[in-house]
């Protein structure tokens, strides 16, 4: 029996479909699962991909509540990437702004406003340590102080300098030592030591890198000062 030629080309179409369907089968791709889908009346949804995390101000994972300031600091690792001063999401100190150097890299802040006063960098290995002390001796009362190290931060320390830093609230500066990591923030009239300091020693059998220990990465919110009366 002939076929007729509307049955000739149905035939045609079912056997180029058979064929294509059990090519992809066999070679896998987008049109076997397709076809598989449609028979079977799924469908196939995209994964949602993992949302990321959210980053405020800094980095930091969490918003800093009203009036206080959101910051991260990161030391210098060992003599070759330097330090970092973030403050509000702006980078006071870093490599990418050419501002950094060699020793302490401090960033003064007004307490109350929270504006950037100064920015200075200290060389304690080479450098005069009369520098730092006329930078420090005169802070006003409330003035944030946010110190960064890079390579060696303590040797041309002397007493004053270690005492001026201590009644900023730090604790750890009596013990720095050479090449010591060290971050802090310390204020002028704070009453008690500041919550925000760590050091990291420089140890020959637990330093990260050969003569130096690990760099150090620091954050948090700190509060404005109510304005200063008189």
Same mark, same amino acid.
């Given at each position: 029996?002939?076929?007729?030629?509307?049955?000739?080309?149905?035939?045609?179409?079912?056997?180029?479909?058979?064929?294509?369907?059990?090519?992809?089968?066999?070679?896998?791709? /987008?049109?076997?699962?397709?076809?598989?889908?449609?028979?079977?009346?799924?469908?196939?949804?995209?994964?949602?991909?993992? @949302?990321? @995390?959210?980053? &405020?101000?800094?980095?930091?994972? =969490?918003?800093?509540?009203?009036? /206080?300031? =959101?910051?991260?600091?990161?030391?210098?690792?060992?003599?070759?990437?330097?330090?970092?001063?973030?403050?509000?999401?702006?980078?006071?100190?870093?490599?990418?702004?050419?501002?950094?150097?060699?020793?302490?890299?401090?960033?003064?802040?007004?307490?109350?406003?929270?504006?950037?006063?100064?920015?200075?960098?200290?060389?304690?290995?080479?450098?005069?340590?009369?520098?730092?002390?006329?930078?420090?001796?005169?802070?006003?009362?409330?003035?944030?102080?946010?110190?960064?190290?890079?390579?060696?931060?303590?040797?041309?320390?002397?007493?004053?300098?270690?005492?001026?830093?201590?009644?900023?609230?730090?604790?750890?500066?009596?013990?720095?030592?050479?090449?010591?990591?060290?971050?802090?923030?310390?204020?002028?009239?704070?009453?008690?030591?500041? @919550?925000?300091?760590?050091?990291?020693?420089?140890?020959?059998?637990?330093?990260? &890198?050969?003569?130096?220990?690990?760099?150090?990465?620091?954050?948090?919110?700190? @509060?404005?000062?109510?304005?200063?009366?008189?």
């Amino acid at each position: 029996m002939r076929l007729t030629a509307p049955l000739r080309a149905a035939a045609v179409l079912l056997l180029v479909g058979l064929t294509w369907l059990l090519a992809t089968s066999l070679f896998g791709g /987008h049109g076997a699962s397709s076809v598989r889908n449609f028979f079977s009346g799924a469908s196939e949804k995209p994964t949602a991909a993992e @949302p990321r @995390p959210r980053k &405020y101000k800094c980095g930091l994972s =969490a918003p800093c509540p009203a009036k /206080h300031l =959101a910051f991260r600091l990161v030391s210098g690792a060992a003599n070759v990437i330097g330090p970092k001063i973030c403050l509000e999401d702006k980078m006071l100190i870093s490599s990418v702004k050419n501002n950094v150097g060699r020793g302490l890299n401090i960033a003064l802040v007004n307490g109350v406003t929270g504006e950037l006063l100064d920015i200075k960098t200290f060389d304690m290995w080479a450098g005069d340590i009369s520098d730092l002390l006329k930078f420090i001796r005169p802070l006003h009362e409330g003035t944030l102080v946010f110190v960064a190290s890079f390579d060696d931060a303590a040797t041309k320390l002397n007493d004053e300098s270690r005492r001026l830093f201590e009644d900023l609230g730090s604790t750890a500066v009596k013990e720095l030592a050479f090449r010591d990591s060290w971050v802090f923030v310390g204020a002028k009239g704070i009453e008690n030591k500041s @919550p925000f300091e760590q050091r990291m020693k420089n140890s020959k059998n637990n330093n990260k &890198y050969e003569g130096w220990p690990e760099s150090l990465e620091m954050d948090g919110c700190i @509060p404005l000062r109510p304005p200063l009366e008189g």
